[in-house]
């Protein structure tokens, strides 16, 4: 069985150093196709796939959104939001949200890398950033952007069997994507498409827990 600090350094060689750059003037396939095209270029946004030590192993944390947000209320998502201008980048951007969304202290996390973009249909244009974080204090949801916070193991979310199917009506038509139940929560959508894309990248072959 491989020891957390072993399993860190695996996973973060399996990253990329640096947000990947995008050629000017890159198409982009979206998650799901929205029935009017954005007239827009993309908003750039960062979530923080944070890996917390914990005394039990490696957890992942997630946040439930709070109801009252326009955007995607109440439903479970990393840490993130978009990335200001008095950003330096991504990173900054993820670890902002992070200690904004649930008190995390940024210099209680170390950076590992960063994943390819993920592109939705309601026209963000996401950099994944994954971080080990040895938290030196409780995280506590901030009321105005979350309502609760939790995490899964990491070993749950390396195992194929944590993913299912979510069925989700839109605009008439039923559309399906990836689920993981954890303990009464579901995660679904592009929070559940980035855990399966983590999971393929920096997971696969971790048989060993």
């Not at 995008?22 to 750039?44: C, M, Q, S």
């Not at 210099?107 to 973009?117: E, N, T, V, W, Y």
């Not at 979350?146 to 989700?168: C, I, M, N, Q, W």
Request: net charge negative; aromatic share 8%; charged share 25%.
């Amino acid at each position: 069985m491989l020891a957390d600090d072993q399993r860190i350094a695996r996973i973060g060689q399996r990253l990329l150093d640096e947000p990947e750059v995008l050629e000017e003037g890159a198409a982009f396939l979206p998650d799901w196709r929205p029935d009017v095209p954005p007239d827009r270029p993309p908003v750039a946004a960062a979530v923080l796939i944070s890996l917390i030590h914990r005394p039990e192993g490696l957890t992942v944390l997630y946040t439930e959104r709070s109801a009252d947000l326009r955007s995607h209320s109440g439903q479970v998502a990393f840490p993130g939001g978009k990335i200001d201008p008095t950003d330096t980048g991504p990173a900054a951007a993820a670890l902002r949200e992070a200690f904004e969304e649930v008190g995390m202290l940024a210099s209680d996390a170390r950076i590992l890398g960063f994943m390819p973009h993920y592109y939705t249909g309601s026209n963000y244009l996401i950099t994944p950033v994954v971080a080990e974080v040895h938290p030196s204090g409780l995280f506590v949801p901030n009321p105005s952007e979350v309502d609760s916070l939790f995490e899964v193991p990491l070993a749950k979310l390396a195992s194929e069997v944590a993913y299912g199917t979510f069925r989700v009506r839109r605009n008439g038509q039923e559309h399906s994507t990836l689920q993981i139940e954890h303990e009464g929560h579901r995660i679904w959508g592009i929070t559940a498409n980035l855990t399966r894309r983590f999971r393929d990248l920096a997971l696969t072959g971790e048989t060993q827990w």
